[in-house]
């Protein structure tokens, strides 16, 4: 018996597209401890330990000092081309 095989319409497939480049881009972010939300570019990120990383919304229900403060950059941060302007001597 031939198997019919399954075509997809254009919509699903736009679909089909979009979850995937949507997952993508979501796996390399990072995202607070406390609520999940992914930090905005500028935003001070709290790290408490070696692993939990709070944005500063949640660092107030946090009774400890954190161990360091780091401030979220734009991910094409080191990789964009710099116009380099000698300095008059």
């Known amino acids: 018996m031939a198997r019919t095989l399954r075509t997809l319409s254009e919509p ?3 679909i089909a597209l979009l979850r995937k480049s949507v997952g993508s881009l979501t796996a390399g972010r990072h995202t607070c401890a406390d609520c999940g939300r992914t930090p905005l570019v500028g935003e001070r990120m709290y790290r408490f330990g070696s692993a939990s ?11 400890a000092e954190p161990d360091a403060v780091e401030l979220v950059r734009h991910f094409e941060r080191g990789h964009t081309v710099r116009r380099i302007v000698p300095h008059a001597a």
């Open 53 to 63: 990383t709070v944005c500063a919304l949640c660092t107030p229900l946090r009774r």
């Open 12 to 14: 699903d497939l736009e």
